[in-house]
């Protein structure tokens, strides 16, 4: 499942340049991630970097992109072709 980034964004930029696959980018109000590119950090990390670094906990599983660990490596493997 891709990631997604709540209302509780504070835009300090630690985010975007932690993903591997340039998934996030400045929205109208707050960073957003391209569920398209969102791997979850599967292939390139053990955990998705975002979260890591993240200082107000604003990133969640995005419901509406519902995917599990061989599909995010199966993307990962089409991204990085």
Same mark, same amino acid.
């Given at each position: 499942?891709?990631?997604?980034? #709540?209302?509780?964004?504070? #835009?300090?930029?630690?985010?975007?340049?932690?993903?591997? #696959?340039?998934?996030?980018?400045?929205?109208?109000?707050?960073?957003?991630?391209?569920?398209?590119? =969102?791997?979850?950090?599967?292939?390139?990390?053990?955990?998705?970097? =975002?979260?890591?670094?993240?200082?107000?906990? =604003?990133?969640?599983?995005?419901?509406?992109?519902?995917?599990?660990?061989?599909? *995010?490596?199966?993307?990962? *493997?089409?991204?990085?072709?």
């Amino acid at each position: 499942m891709a990631l997604i980034i #709540n209302d509780e964004c504070i #835009n300090c930029d630690v985010c975007e340049p932690e993903c591997p #696959n340039a998934a996030i980018s400045q929205g109208e109000d707050i960073y957003i991630i391209d569920p398209e590119l =969102c791997t979850e950090c599967v292939g390139h990390h053990g955990l998705p970097q =975002c979260v890591e670094v993240c200082p107000v906990d =604003c990133i969640d599983k995005d419901v509406m992109h519902v995917e599990d660990h061989d599909t *995010l490596y199966q993307k990962y *493997l089409k991204l990085t072709q």
